[in-house]
């Protein structure tokens, strides 16, 4: 059984975003993590190994610093890694992400393939389903549980204050949530092993099937309007009353505000 994870390097929010002066993100000038949902996809395709043997291979799209979150995934038991690594491919959007992902899967063997339901640095849980719409096969997303049946995967499916579960044959998709595990830390074992293994680099020559045109920021549909950091908030406004003004303070503000 072989496994493709694909993971992202993001940036760590607690140190603050960056922004070039195009709207796009300084990710050169940022601290780094690796993706919580990706993470979670990759300890269920590391949990698949435990249990059938499967060979994992992750893959992240990025600059070359990306390489340490290949790295990391290792660690974690991974098999293999690949970064894709190009300059025509930064500033990419949802849709060219994805046309340069699927290109690049094309060339692997793989029966599932996982990528976390969405990036902490663009919330948008696009990319998954279009690497899927993009190769052609099916795709189950927001996966809380995942279970192999023959050439099948069963999915627990999160659905608002429910779940579906769904099956379909593989290959296939799945878009894993953060709360789908807990993801295992590395060992220095694993780091040391990490370490010793060559990463795969591929470039813009070696996706297939990909137009020049669907690829980096000229092949992104998606226009920056405005960029910026999170907004901090202003202390508010203060008073000093007793507990009874107090509550009819309180009250007449969310009357005010059509909360109440």
Same mark, same amino acid.
């Given at each position: 059984?072989?496994?493709?994870? @694909? ?26 993590? %690796? ?36 790295? !990391? ?67 189950? #997303? ?22 579906? %579960? ?5 290959? @296939? ?27 795969? /680099? ?34 508010? !406004? ?7 003004? #107090? ?11 059509? /909360?109440?």
């Amino acid at each position: 059984m072989k496994v493709v994870v @694909c993971i992202k390097q993001v940036p760590d929010t607690k140190g603050g975003v960056k922004f070039k002066p195009d709207g796009t993100l300084d990710r050169a000038a940022m601290l780094t993590i %690796m993706n919580p949902d990706d993470k979670a996809g990759l300890e269920a395709a590391l949990r698949l190994k435990d249990q059938y043997g499967a060979e994992v291979t992750v893959v992240t799209m990025g600059l070359p610093k990306a390489e340490e979150v290949l790295r !990391e995934a290792m660690a974690m038991g991974a098999d293999n890694g690949i970064l894709v690594t190009d300059r025509v491919l930064g500033g990419a959007d949802t849709w060219a992400t994805s046309q340069t992902l699927a290109g690049a899967l094309r060339n692997l063997e793989y029966d599932l393939i996982i990528t976390g339901r969405q990036a902490i640095d663009g919330d948008t849980a696009q990319v998954g389903p279009q690497i899927s719409e993009h190769l052609g096969i099916p795709v189950i #997303s927001y996966a809380q549980e995942i279970k192999i049946d023959g050439d099948s995967v069963i999915v627990k499916r999160q659905f608002d204050d429910r779940y579906h %579960m769904l099956k379909a044959k593989m290959p @296939c998709l799945i878009t894993a949530l953060s709360e789908l595990n807990e993801p295992r830390y590395m060992t220095p074992g694993g780091i040391f092993d990490a370490y010793k293994k060559e990463i795969t /680099v591929w470039g813009r020559n070696d996706l297939k099937d990909v137009l020049d045109s669907n690829l980096g920021l000229k092949g992104s549909p998606t226009q920056i309007a405005k960029a910026s950091d999170k907004v901090r908030k202003g202390a508010g !406004e203060k008073v000093a009353l007793d507990p009874t003004e #107090s509550v009819n303070y309180i009250v007449g503000k969310l009357t005010e505000k059509h /909360v109440i």
